[in-house]
């Protein structure tokens, strides 16, 4: 029980601490908000929140897997591409929806 609540506030600190230098979630807030639907609004949020750790988890899962993350090394450009597609893509759906 004391790993869950250590990494519920080493995780609830950076989420506070970088939040002010994170705009997108107040991107997020306000086109769901704009939208009016409360049930898109929660997808919107749930997506926002799974994007944001993942990479936390990505890391804190590539220094405990050496020989795992030697072997993604190797996929670097390929994850990167997909994730700067995915990124545009996201930000020219919320262009859009507002």
């Given at each position: 029980?004391?790993?869950?609540?250590?990494?519920?506030?080493?995780?609830?600190?950076?989420?506070?601490?970088?939040?002010?230098?994170?705009?997108?979630?107040?991107?997020?807030?306000?086109?769901?908000?704009?939208?009016?639907?409360?049930?898109?609004?929660?997808?919107?949020?749930?997506?926002?929140?799974?994007?944001?750790?993942?990479?936390?988890?990505?890391?804190l899962f590539g220094v405990?897997?050496?020989?795992?993350?030697?072997?993604?090394?190797?996929?670097?450009?390929?994850?990167?591409?997909?994730?700067?597609?995915?990124?545009?893509?996201?930000?020219?759906?919320?262009?859009?929806?507002?």
């Amino acid at each position: 029980m004391g790993a869950v609540l250590g990494g519920l506030f080493l995780g609830g600190g950076l989420a506070a601490c970088s939040l002010p230098c994170n705009p997108g979630i107040f991107i997020v807030i306000g086109a769901s908000f704009l939208m009016g639907r409360i049930v898109w609004g929660m997808v919107l949020m749930a997506a926002f929140a799974i994007g944001f750790s993942l990479p936390l988890a990505a890391i804190l899962f590539g220094v405990s897997f050496g020989k795992a993350s030697l072997k993604a090394q190797k996929l670097d450009a390929v994850i990167r591409a997909i994730a700067g597609v995915l990124l545009v893509c996201a930000g020219f759906y919320l262009l859009t929806i507002v």
